[in-house]
């Protein structure tokens, strides 16, 4: 059988999604598409030789009787209304996020999936599936250094664009740790701090850069994390848990040594989309292959949207106050129980 996607949105990323799924993975196709720029759609199907349907937009794309499952990989602010009509209309759904701009918008996705009583929603956190946070993931687990007491934590960036702003450190950059620590330690948040340290020279001059972030969850383990996005050296993703019995660090990304010039190094990796484009592989790969198996997905749920998305806007607002901000979640539903993805990559 073969999983029939409708693309919603042909920009950088939704293209590249077209690529892995028609070029590198298998049990899936592209049959429709939809962008609001209906000539960026035209060129997609054309550049990439898709045999495709150009739809004039996501609603129509999403009630075509051949799409089974639809790739939202629009505007932030449009994924909230195309997720619920997949919902209405019966059809998985694999959301990049944010799965929606804000808590609210999430717990409506939250509340139309309940009601169709069946799980078809997939948040794109792509860490879960790199090979590295994995194998963290098992060791924590498994009980290798027993009770994770803290985690420190980087996400540093070589450079960002003008239009970056002090809020994006969060809901742009900061948004994959708040996920992936979440599911490490399986622990819900209760607080957050920010702390602005002295001002990079290459921030421009609406930027606070970098950003220290202390996390607390409601057991007690105490994240901290940097985020620095003028780092100047490289794209650089730091991890480390520190538990009562031991520490497990992120291994670095498979590099060369090198001996030249007197000296010895080895290369950083400088773009993002180099540093998981694996996991990126495996993460579609896994909601193609659970829907064959199972018919639900089985990576990130609506529910992960939705304690992100509480999450982020606790961080903006500490960012905004200085001060140490509540974290509170509704009840957790019965209908999502704890998603604990692990597999070995």
């Not at 075509?64 to 505007?75: F, I, K, M, R």
């Not at 057991?219 to 794209?235: A, D, K, L, P, T």
Request: aromatic content about 8%; overall charge negative.
């Amino acid at each position: 059988m073969t999983l029939k996607f409708g693309v919603v949105g042909t920009g950088a990323i939704g293209r590249e999604h077209i690529k892995r799924i028609t070029n590198t993975l298998s049990g899936g196709k592209i049959v429709a598409v939809t962008d609001v720029n209906q000539e960026s759609a035209k060129q997609t199907v054309e550049q990439l030789d898709l045999d495709a349907v150009i739809y004039p937009d996501d609603k129509t794309l999403v009630n075509a009787e051949d799409v089974d499952a639809v790739l939202v990989t629009s505007w932030g602010p449009a994924h909230e209304q195309t997720v619920l009509a997949a919902i209405e209309a019966g059809k998985y759904v694999f959301c990049e996020k944010p799965l929606a701009t804000t808590a609210e918008g999430c717990m409506r996705i939250v509340e139309a999936e309940i009601k169709h009583g069946k799980k078809l929603v997939q948040v794109g956190f792509m860490r879960r599936y790199d090979r590295g946070y994995v194998q963290m993931k098992e060791a924590i687990d498994n009980g290798l250094i027993g009770e994770p007491l803290m985690i420190k934590a980087a996400h540093r960036n070589p450079t960002v664009g003008e239009t970056y702003t002090t809020d994006m450190a969060v809901v742009d950059t900061l948004i994959h740790e708040i996920d992936v620590l979440h599911w490490l330690v399986n622990e819900d948040y209760q607080s957050v701090q920010v702390v602005y340290p002295k001002k990079t020279k290459y921030a421009l001059p609406h930027l606070q850069d970098p950003q220290l972030f202390t996390i607390e969850t409601q057991g007690g383990i105490v994240m901290n994390v940097e985020v620095f996005v003028n780092c100047r050296f490289g794209y650089d993703i730091q991890c480390e848990v520190i538990g009562e019995d031991g520490t497990v660090t992120l291994p670095e990304p498979l590099s060369i040594g090198f001996r030249k010039d007197a000296k010895l190094g080895t290369n950083l990796l400088m773009d993002w989309k180099d540093r998981f484009i694996d996991a990126y592989d495996v993460e579609i790969q896994d909601f193609m292959d659970s829907i064959m198996k199972t018919g639900e997905p089985n990576g990130p749920t609506t529910w992960d949207g939705y304690i992100a998305a509480v999450t982020t806007d606790a961080c903006v607002k500490a960012q905004q106050t200085g001060e140490k901000e509540q974290i509170t979640f509704k009840e957790r539903p019965a209908f999502y129980s704890e998603n604990t993805y692990c597999k070995t990559v």
